[in-house]
């Protein structure tokens, strides 16, 4: 099937994306399962905006630097950031319906919130289910477009490749169609990964099921570089309740005033950073776990009983509602939470305009490194970046003229019916590999790292990789393979990266070089193929 643009994934850069790049062409959207699941439908606080006439672009930009640790690039933030507000308007014109102050259509009427390493309010929302509002809008305006055609239940396998002179060009995606068994082939003069994070590479996350990093996986087998692997950041606040998968309990909670307390009661914050609650996501999940280390404790409290039971109910409705329905009233009781692997910093590089290594191939949102976030990512602005890089990659692949390529190649025989069946026993061998890497990747590559952890992760991490290849290899492809293939990949990136460096910076902590060193490592670490760049 050839289209124009193919686009993998239904967040919010995919989404966007489509809507600005139908007006020159035809575009598939592919999803993996339904067109609404993503991480953006998970999405809670909200997307850093300068709106309030106290703040300014240069705080904002100061603020995304800062929580960078070094590694940001100064340029592309500021291209973002000044980048907000016509975002935000863009947003709003596609019907997204953001909390305000008074019923005004002004910017100024907007409803602001406060967030850890944010200097102001700036964070725009929609109460405590941003993400779902901002999805739902775009689904009604691509719905309305009959030159997009959405394929759900079709997971990208591999990227399909031509040699173009001395270098590679992406002509399509091989997927594979779950709901029918068979593997499809899709070509497109301009390829868009927006296939989101890799948060369930370990074993507690706040990610949905779909964030197996299938995106960076595959552009990294195809020879793309990726860059920043090893700054994973961890929410320092999920649900902790041993009959509920995680569940995040936003950081707007503690930006409206919500404390941290141990099992015995005593606050914590004040001994590891000087904002308290309020500091950056990385400083407030390390205390976390230090204090569950120190405690042997499994969770510590969240507190917001001091703060209006209506105001509770009016800002965070949804955690509300969903603490309910686990008897825990948020307007009368602490919220039990732990750390869980929430976004990666890291991912395939590109620059601004969403250009990676091969050409025709694209990529923007979680999946892509910037360089917008550096070893730390600002709270709210990953929505921010998803939806400016998402107009600047519009921009830049509606100008290039792929020719004929993607319709004369030779393509793989991979089309028709999906061969062979799966037997019970070797999806025993699937369940256990993937519960292995899960663990292993949580506890020797979590919140608080080591050398001799990080060793012996590498080694198990490099042995899961050799199995799963071969299983890969010699097996029928099924969804399930499908997914652990490309966990185990970025496993093995997220290890691989963490050992090589020594030092402690952002999000990544490594107890054994517990200071930054800037004079040897303040540098991005890239990575194509086993090539160190």
Not at 43 to 54: K, R
Not at 284 to 302: C, H, Q, T
């Amino acid at each position: 099937m050839s289209f124009d643009f193919l686009v993998v994934g239904s967040g919010i850069a995919g989404l966007s994306y489509a809507l600005k790049v139908v007006k020159k062409g035809s575009v598939a959207l592919v999803t993996k399962k339904r067109k609404s699941d993503s991480n953006t439908n998970y999405a809670q606080g909200g997307i850093a905006s300068v709106i309030s006439p106290t703040d300014s672009f240069e705080k904002h930009i100061n603020d995304t630097v800062h929580t960078g640790c070094g590694l940001s690039h100064h340029d592309v933030v500021e291209k973002i950031v000044t980048a907000g507000p016509i975002c935000i308007n863009e947003l709003i014109s596609l019907g997204v319906e953001f909390s305000r102050d008074e019923d005004d259509s002004r910017l100024a009427s907007l409803r602001l919130g406060r967030e850890g390493g944010h200097s102001e309010r700036r964070v725009v929302h929609a109460a405590d289910y941003t993400g779902r509002e901002i999805e739902k809008s775009l689904l009604r305006a691509v719905n309305r477009h009959e030159n997009i055609t959405v394929f759900e239940n079709h997971i990208a396998v591999d990227l399909i490749t031509v040699k173009s002179g001395d270098s590679v060009q992406c002509i399509g995606v091989t997927c594979l169609d779950s709901k029918n068994n068979k593997i499809k082939n899709f070509i497109a003069g301009t390829v868009l990964l927006a296939s989101g994070g890799a948060g369930v590479v370990y074993l507690h996350t706040s990610n949905p099921s779909i964030a197996t990093g299938d995106g960076v996986a595959m552009a990294y087998r195809a020879g793309a570089s990726v860059s920043n692997m090893e700054f994973i950041q961890f929410h320092p606040t999920t649900l902790y309740h041993p009959s509920g998968r995680s569940f995040l309990i936003s950081e707007a909670v503690r930006g409206e005033g919500g404390r941290l307390y141990t099992v015995k009661g005593e606050r914590f914050m004040h001994k590891y950073h000087p904002d308290e609650e309020l500091a950056t996501r990385d400083a407030v999940a390390r205390a976390i776990d230090s204090e569950l280390k120190m405690s042997g404790d499994s969770f510590v409290y969240l507190d917001i009983t001091h703060l209006d039971a209506d105001m509770i109910k009016q800002r965070f409705p949804n955690i509300y509602r969903t603490c309910l329905k686990y008897g825990i009233d948020i307007t009368k009781e602490q919220v039990p939470v732990v750390p869980a692997a929430h976004y990666i910093c890291g991912g395939v590089n590109t620059d601004l305009d969403g250009r990676t290594k091969i050409k025709g191939l694209y990529a923007c949102g979680e999946v892509a490194m910037t360089g917008m976030h550096g070893a730390n990512r600002l709270a709210s602005n990953s929505l921010l970046e998803a939806v400016a890089t998402a107009h600047y990659a519009a921009e830049a692949s509606v100008k290039v003229d792929a020719g004929n390529l993607a319709k004369t190649a030779s393509l793989p025989r991979q089309q028709g019916e999906h061969p062979g069946k799966i037997t019970r026993k070797e999806k025993v061998l699937l369940r256990h590999d993937r519960s292995e890497l899960l663990n292993l990747m949580w506890d020797y590559v979590g919140v608080v790292r080591t050398d001799h952890r990080l060793n012996r992760a590498s080694e198990r991490v490099s042995i899961l990789v050799r199995d799963i290849e071969e299983y890969f290899a010699s097996h029928a492809q099924t969804y399930e393979a499908i997914e652990l293939r490309n966990l185990a990949t970025c496993a093995k990136l997220i290890v691989d990266f963490a050992v090589e460096r020594k030092e402690s910076r952002g999000l990544h902590y490594n107890a054994d070089y517990p200071e930054i060193n800037d004079k040897e490592w303040k540098k991005e670490l890239v990575r194509q193929g086993e090539r160190w760049i």
